[in-house]
Each structure stands twice: as C-alpha cells, then as structure tokens.
C-alpha cells in the first residue's frame, strides 16, 4: 500500500541553525507532494508543494524542498530557524490510484529553542 | 482565517452518544474532505464529497456517516461513540482539481469521548 514515512518523529535545534525534516515516500506512478505545517491549536497549512518540474521547490516562511525521485524522497529544509518556527510538520502525497485523497505521514515536531 | 469553518472546536460527551461535526468549505470549492487525527494513528482519511456526492471512502467506520448538503457544507455523524473515537477531526476542502494544489483546512473539532 502507499504510505509516506517521516523519519523523524521530533527534531530538536537550536534557533537559527539550520534544519532538515525527512520524508519518504513509496509509491509506483507520479505523484504530487505537500508539505503541511500545523501550529498549536490550528488547522494545517500549506507550506509548498511539488507538482512537476523543478525539483527544488521554494515555499512560505523560507522553507523548501527537494524533489528525489530515484531515492523517493521530499525532504523540507531550512536554513536558519526561528522560534516561531515551533509546530508539528506533515508531509503528503496524492494518492496514486487518482482520487483526489492526500496520504500524510505521521508527522514531525520541530522544537526550536534559544 | 482559512476560510473553511468547523463548528463546535470542542465537543465532551459520554460513551454510545451520537453527535455531529460540522464544516462550511471554503468559497468556491466543491470538494470537502474529513480526517481523523489521533496520537497513535495520524492523520486518517474518512470520506470525501465532490459537490454533494460521496466520491472516496477512507478508513471510516460504519458508525460513522456523512454527507454534503446543497449549500456544500458537510456534517460527520458519529454515533455509538466509544472512547478511541476521542481525536481531532478535521474538514478540509478544495477546488475540483484538489490533489494539484492540496486542501485548505479548518481548525478542527477535538471530541473526547468520556
């Protein structure tokens, strides 16, 4: 079955280092991919997403990520963090057999601390 | 404000209760989709609606049903609840090409089933 694998259940750093949050994902077609962002107490928000082309793709908040196919990964990186960058992160792929459902991951708490 | 709304943000009640969850998607989309987030699970997907029809189905319990009114907003009935029903139920919506360019979500419903 599909799925998407977070590597990283919590990332802790220190603010402004920089920061890589993994994702993997299975899957035997092209597929789009999302990184969601959820802060306490609030919804899911959408931070970026691949669709086609380049595979460095650039989104809110100065996030991006990196397209791999051969290594099936979408990995969201950042290179100085702040603290208000504290908040739990999902990555998502569509569903490969084209309906319209997201797959997400299980999630990863970024904590960033002074 | 994301724009798609989710009433009540908190809902207590006991064991073998039925209630139900509401959500207006945001203005425009035809599409709403209703997520499960719990610890132990993640985000699971439960059901979606395309303009008023039942499109996918998740992993979503027989007793749980939901449906999409003219108006397009969505109610998620649970009913017998029991207490591993306690999670973050989510509504999400879309435009009819929802997967290219992700959902946008509300705040949630947090149930707790006591």
């Known amino acids: 079955a599909q799925s998407v694998t977070q590597l990283d259940s919590q990332v802790p750093v220190f603010e402004e280092a920089p920061v890589e949050l993994r994702c993997n994902y299975s899957s035997s077609v092209s597929v789009y991919l999302f990184w969601y962002v959820q802060y306490p107490n609030q919804g899911l928000q959408l931070l970026l997403k691949y669709l086609s082309g380049s595979t460095l793709v650039k989104g809110i908040n100065g996030f991006e990520a990196e397209f791999n196919k051969s290594q099936t990964s979408f990995h969201l990186r950042k290179p100085s963090v702040h603290i208000s960058d504290t908040a739990e992160y999902f990555c998502a792929v569509s569903d490969e057999k084209g309906t319209d459902k997201l797959i997400f991951g299980t999630g990863t708490r970024l904590q960033v601390f002074p | 404000d994301s724009g798609v709304t989710q009433t009540p943000k908190h809902l207590i009640t006991a064991t073998g209760q039925r209630v139900t969850l509401r959500c207006s998607p945001r203005?425009?989309?035809?599409?709403v989709y209703w997520y499960q987030q719990s610890l132990d699970q993640g985000l699971q997907f439960l059901i979606q609606?395309?303009?008023?029809?039942?499109?996918a189905k998740g992993n979503i319990l027989e007793r749980f049903s939901a449906q999409q009114f003219p108006d397009l907003h969505s109610e998620l009935n649970l009913s017998s609840l029991e207490l591993g029903d306690s999670a973050l139920y989510f509504c999400?919506?879309?435009?009819?090409?929802?997967?290219?360019?992700?959902?946008?979500f509300g705040s949630g419903t947090r149930l707790t089933v006591v």
């Open positions: 203005s425009g989309d035809l599409s």
């Open positions: 609606y395309y303009n008023g029809e039942e499109r």
């Open positions: 999400a919506s879309s435009g009819w090409d929802g997967p290219r360019y992700g959902y946008t």
